[in-house]
Every structure is written in C-alpha cells, then in structure tokens.
C-alpha cells in the first residue's frame, strides 16, 4: 500500500531547528520526487521544497531558502526537511507529497505534521 507519513513536527522557540521526516511505503524513492508543503492557518498551501528521484533537482521556495535543507537516506526509503533558524512565520501543517517529477502534480499526500515557532 502507497503512504506518506510525516513526522518530526511540534513547538520550537524563534531560532530554533526542527527535523521532518517523510517515510515512504509502497514505492521507491528512487523513482519519484518528494516534494514538501506547508499550509499556515488562513493562508494558502505553500510549496517550499522538492528532491528529484535522482536527487539531482534540489529546489526550495525563496522564504526557506538558505534556512532549510532537503535530503533523502535510501535504505530508510525517507525524505527529510532540516529546518533552521526557525521564526514565527515558518508556523503551519507541512505535508510531503509524491510527484513523477518536481514540476509536476502531487500524487499522493502524507496526513501533515503541525510546528508551531513560538517563544
């Protein structure tokens, strides 16, 4: 069975970091992009970073970029966002997808992980 499942979310102080992480079942990593999004309440979805399956296209939206990090291990068929220096405009629900590729539509969603940077 195809899933999702994120985790690593909660409650960080303003410069703090958060590790997500995105296990995949059903599929192989390798054959898909794994985009991440995120969605602050009464605000848009927001996509903010995506690895190819071959993890040559690394691509983050400009708010994240410089702060965050995206990064797959293989054997555990999981995708990772590293978050840092953490403010209160990074709060929201992220959520991982699956894509054929990064440009392309999401496939499949994992259930979100809240994180909430506050002091």
């Known amino acids: 069975q195809l899933q999702l499942v994120e985790s690593g979310g909660g409650l960080v102080h303003p410069g703090g970091s958060l590790r997500l992480s995105c296990a995949a079942s059903g599929f192989n990593l390798g054959d898909y992009a794994i985009t991440w999004f995120r969605q602050a309440p009464g605000k848009d979805r927001e996509e903010i970073s995506c690895?190819?399956?071959?993890?040559?296209?690394?691509e983050f939206a400009d708010d994240v970029k410089g702060r965050f990090t995206i990064f797959r291990d293989s054997a555990k068929n999981t995708v990772y966002l590293q978050m840092n220096s953490l403010n209160p405009e990074d709060t929201a629900d992220y959520y991982c997808?699956?894509?054929?590729?990064?440009?392309?539509?999401?496939?499949?969603w994992g259930q979100g992980t809240q994180v909430t940077v506050s002091s």
């Open positions: 690895i190819s399956g071959s993890g040559e296209t690394i």
């Open positions: 997808a699956r894509k054929e590729y990064c440009s392309g539509w999401a496939l499949n």
